[in-house]
C-alpha cells in the first residue's frame, strides 16, 4: 500500500441488522494530516461506519488498514490500540471530577517513596504533566479545579480532546461537535479543532452542518443511504464556498442522479 | 472572606457545625446527656456503625448500595457466637466468620457485578436472607463463650475500649485510602461514568465485587465486635444498622448515583444520626414515632441529594 498516504482505508464495508442494510460496500479513507468532513442525511450510515471504525460494531465483509496494516478492530480498546479515539456527543467524561481527574482517569500515575506501597497516586506529577499538555495544545478552559459538569459543552469537548490527546491518540473521530452549541461555542469548538490538526494524524468530523465542515476540513466523504455517494477535496474549489456547498447537497440529497 | 467562604462550601463544615449545635441543644436541655453512661453509650452505637461506614462510602462513590449490612452484623455475630460456644479457640473462630463475611459479600456481589442485577434487590433479597438464616441458626441470643473474648471489645488503651480505637482508626484508614490510594479512588469514576471507566481500563465488575466484599466483611469485623461488647450474640442486632448508616452516608455528601462522597462527610453525619437517635431516647419520644422521625430523616436527606442534583443538571443546561 506504498504510494498514498492513507492512514486509515477501509474496503467494501458492509453491515446488515437483520433485513436492515446499513452499509453497504462503502470505501473509506482518511489521509494523513487532514480533517475529513463525513456528512450525509439521517440513515446515510454516517454513525454505523464510525462505530465500526472505533471498535463499537463488527462489519460483516470489508477490510480496513490502518497505516497500512490490515487491523481487526472488535472492541473500542483494539480502536485506541491503534491510536483512534472517538469523541462522542454525551462524550465519555467524568462529569464528577476535574480535568487533571479526567485526564488521568484509570491510568493514574502511582507515587514513589512510601506511597508506592501504600499503591498512592501521585497527584502532583499528574497536575503537572496535565498543565503542560495543555500549553502545547492551545486549548482555553477555565478554573481546572471545577468538575466538568459545570463547564459548557464546548469546554468539554476541549477536556475529551485533551485527554485524547494526552494519551497519545493520532486519529480523533467527533461526532456532531457542534450539534448541542449555540454559535459562538460552535465556533470556538470549530477553531479548536483546526488548531489541534498539527497534534494528530488525522481527524473524522461527523456533522450535519454543510457550514461548519466547509470552515474547517480538507475534504468531505458523503455516504447516501448506505453507500458511498461521493468525495470532494476542497482544494479544487478555492473561493468557491457557494459552488461547492451546493456540491455537497446534491451529492447528500441525490439531486445530480436526477438531473443528469 | 474567601478563605471562610471556601472553608463552607465543604459539606463536612456545615455538617461538624449542626453536630455541634445538636449537642448544645440536647445537652442543654438535658443534661443527663452529658453523663458518661450516656455518652459512652453514643459512642459504642457510633463505633459499630463506624466500622461498616467507610466501605459503605466506598461503594455508594461507586454507584453501589448494601441494604444488607445488618443482617451479615447480625449473622456474623450469631456465627462467631455458636463457634466459640462449640469449643473453637477465639481466633479460629474469628478467621471463620470474617471468611464468612467475605462469602456473603461475594454472593451478593457476584450478582450484582457479573449477572447485572440491581443492587437494590440484590441487597434486600441478602437482607432477608441472611437475617432469615439469622434465625434459623440461633433464636433469641447465643451466649456462654470465654470471658476473655469481650476484652476483644472493652479491654482500655489509656482509658479508651479497643472497640472505639479500632473504629476511629478504620475511618482513618479509609478516608486517606479513598483519597490517595489508586484502588478506592476507583470508585469515584466508576460512579461517575461506568461507561467511560471501562473505556480508560478499569476492571469495573471485578472492582465492584470487591467493594461488595469489602463492605460485608467489614460488617462481619463489626458483628464480632458487638458480640464481644454484649458478652452474647443477640438475633436482633443489627436490624437498624443499614438504616444508620445508609442514612449518614447520604447526608454526609455521597449520592445514590454515585460519584461522590467523602469518609469523613460520613462519619460526621454518623454522629449527627446517633446524636438524632440520642435524643429521641432522652426525650422519652414514643418508640413508633421515633421510627417516624428517622424515616423522615432519610427521606429528607435523598431529597436534598436529588434537588442539588437537579440543580447542577439545570446548570449545565
Redesign the interface.
Known amino acids: 500500500m506504498s504510494g498514498n498516504n492513507y492512514i486509515i482505508e477501509a474496503k467494501g464495508i458492509s453491515k446488515y441488522f437483520g433485513a436492515v442494510t446499513a452499509l453497504e460496500g462503502v470505501d473509506f479513507e482518511l489521509k494523513k494530516g487532514e480533517i475529513l468532513g463525513l456528512v450525509g442525511d439521517n440513515g446515510a450510515g454516517k454513525s454505523t461506519l464510525i462505530k465500526i471504525l472505533s471498535g463499537a460494531l463488527i462489519p460483516n465483509s470489508g477490510k480496513i488498514e490502518v497505516y497500512g496494516k490490515e487491523v481487526n478492530i472488535h472492541s473500542?480498546?483494539d480502536a485506541?490500540k491503534l491510536g483512534i479515539e472517538t469523541i462522542y456527543q454525551d462524550l465519555?467524561?467524568?462529569?464528577?471530577?476535574n480535568f487533571v481527574?479526567n485526564i488521568f482517569?484509570?491510568?493514574?500515575y502511582?507515587?514513589k517513596g512510601l506511597?508506592k506501597l501504600?499503591?498512592?497516586?501521585d497527584?502532583r506529577r499528574m497536575k503537572t504533566e496535565a498543565l503542560d499538555k495543555i500549553k502545547n495544545i492551545s486549548i482555553n478552559l477555565p478554573d481546572l479545579e471545577q468538575k466538568t459538569?459545570?463547564l459548557s459543552g464546548g469546554q468539554r469537548q476541549a477536556v475529551a480532546i485533551t485527554r485524547a490527546i494526552f494519551w497519545g491518540r493520532k486519529i480523533i473521530i467527533m461526532d456532531e461537535p457542534t450539534a448541542a452549541l449555540g454559535v459562538k461555542e460552535s465556533a470556538k469548538v470549530l477553531d479548536m479543532i483546526m488548531n489541534i490538526k498539527q497534534n494528530l494524524d488525522g481527524i473524522i468530523v461527523i456533522t450535519h452542518n454543510i457550514e461548519h465542515i466547509i470552515r474547517i476540513a480538507d475534504r468531505v466523504i458523503v455516504l447516501r443511504t448506505g453507500k458511498r455517494a461521493g468525495s470532494i477535496d476542497f482544494k479544487e474549489y478555492k473561493d468557491r464556498s457557494s459552488e461547492l456547498h451546493n456540491d455537497i447537497v446534491k451529492l447528500i440529497t441525490g439531486a445530480e442522479l436526477i438531473a443528469s | 472572606m474567601k478563605v471562610l467562604k471556601k472553608i463552607f462550601s465543604f459539606r463536612e463544615t456545615t455538617l461538624l457545625l449542626i453536630v455541634l449545635i445538636a449537642v448544645i441543644a440536647i445537652g442543654s436541655l438535658r443534661p443527663a446527656f452529658f453523663s458518661s453512661i450516656n455518652i459512652f453509650g453514643i459512642l459504642y452505637s457510633i463505633s459499630v456503625n463506624a466500622i461498616i461506614l467507610g466501605a459503605m462510602t466506598v461503594l455508594f462513590i461507586s454507584g453501589g448500595f448494601d441494604m444488607a449490612v445488618g443482617s451479615v452484623l447480625g449473622l456474623a455475630g450469631i456465627i462467631v457466637a455458636l463457634l466459640m460456644k462449640g469449643g473453637m479457640s477465639i481466633p479460629l473462630a474469628i478467621i471463620i466468620t470474617l471468611i464468612c463475611g467475605i462469602a456473603m459479600g461475594a454472593i451478593m456481589g457476584y450478582f450484582i457485578s457479573y449477572l447485572g442485577i440491581n443492587p437494590f434487590i440484590v441487597t434486600m433479597s441478602g437482607w432477608f436472607v441472611y437475617g432469615a438464616l439469622i434465625l434459623l441458626v440461633a433464636y433469641g441470643n447465643v451466649s456462654g463463650f470465654p470471658k476473655s473474648f469481650g476484652l476483644l471489645a472493652s479491654y482500655k488503651i489509656l482509658k479508651v475500649p479497643v472497640i472505639i480505637i479500632f473504629a476511629i482508626l478504620t475511618v482513618i484508614i479509609f478516608e486517606v485510602l479513598l483519597r490517595r490510594n489508586m484502588f478506592f479512588r476507583q470508585s469515584y469514576y466508576m460512579g461517575g461514568n461506568e461507561t467511560a471507566a471501562q473505556l480508560v481500563g478499569i476492571k469495573v465488575k471485578k472492582v465492584k465485587l470487591i467493594f461488595y466484599i469489602l463492605t460485608s466483611f467489614m460488617a462481619a469485623v463489626a458483628g464480632i465486635f458487638l458480640t464481644s461488647r454484649f458478652q452474647a450474640a443477640y438475633s436482633v442486632a443489627g436490624s437498624e444498622n443499614a438504616f444508620q448508616i445508609i442514612t449518614a452516608v447520604i447526608i454526609g455528601g455521597a449520592s445514590l448515583k454515585g460519584g461522590k462522597g467523602t469518609v469523613l462527610g460520613s462519619f460526621i453525619a454518623l454522629i449527627f444520626v446517633a446524636l438524632l437517635y440520642n435524643a429521641l431516647v432522652l426525650f422519652k419520644v414514643d418508640l413508633y414515632w421515633n421510627k417516624v422521625v428517622i424515616g423522615l430523616t432519610l427521606i429528607i436527606a435523598v431529597f436534598i441529594d436529588v434537588t442539588v442534583e437537579r440543580r447542577t443538571a439545570l446548570m449545565r443546561a
Open positions: 473500542p480498546q485506541f465519555a467524561l467524568f462529569n464528577n471530577l481527574k482517569g484509570g491510568r493514574e502511582r507515587a506511597g501504600l499503591y498512592f497516586a497527584d459538569e459545570t
